[in-house]
């Protein structure tokens, strides 16, 4: 299983935003919702093997499990509206618990240390930071969680967290890159040394 926590710092928590200003009145919603088509469209499938966590504003995750996904398309409008109906859907949700708004898409009221928390017992936490040690030079861990920040950086607190949670702090190369060309130079790296998590 290949895991991403991307941080959401301006990313609304609440269903009522416009679809047709992701860039803006949505707290660029439309860099995670990238991240998203990154983390699971190949050309003619979607990877199975892969679980996102969409950790918004510290306060509410959405969880996305790529075996279970059913009705998303690799436009960012549609799958803005995915994330729409998991925060309709966040009403429900009691505590950490999860609910399901869709296939294969949770919401819960958890932030970024729990889901840190629960991700270190499954497996490891790769930080993805441009001051990371050079991708190609580690052995990938199974099961692994790669942690990245949207358009901005880690926060002060985030990066508290990583030094204690993080067991590799990675870079995928020398130029800083958007979060979901991240993702896809990670998938890369894995899918050409033939990982198959």
Not at 2 to 12: N, S
Not at 51 to 70: A, F, H, N, Q
Not at 118 to 141: K, N
Request: with cysteine.
């Amino acid at each position: 299983m290949r895991r991403f926590i991307v941080l959401g710092h301006t990313a609304p928590t609440d269903p009522d935003f416009d679809l047709d200003d992701l860039a803006g009145g949505a707290g660029r919603l439309d860099v995670l919702a990238r991240c998203v088509n990154s983390a699971f469209f190949l050309s003619h499938a979607i990877r199975e093997n892969v679980r996102v966590y969409l950790v918004l504003s510290d306060t509410v995750t959405i969880k996305i499990e790529g075996v279970e996904l059913r009705y998303m398309n690799p436009d960012e409008r549609n799958i803005a509206s995915l994330l729409r109906q998991a925060l309709e859907a966040r009403a429900d949700a009691i505590g950490h618990s999860e609910v399901e708004s869709t296939p294969g898409i949770y919401v819960s009221n958890r932030g970024f240390e729990p889901v840190l928390k629960a991700a270190a017992r499954e497996g490891a936490i790769v930080q993805l930071h441009e001051d990371g040690d050079p991708l190609a030079s580690v052995e990938p861990p199974e099961n692994p969680a790669f942690v990245l920040s949207d358009h901005l950086d880690f926060t002060a607190a985030e990066s508290e967290l990583l030094r204690e949670y993080a067991d590799y702090r990675v870079s995928v190369g020398p130029k800083a890159l958007h979060a979901d060309h991240t993702i896809s130079v990670v998938h890369n790296y894995l899918d050409t040394d033939g990982y198959s998590f």
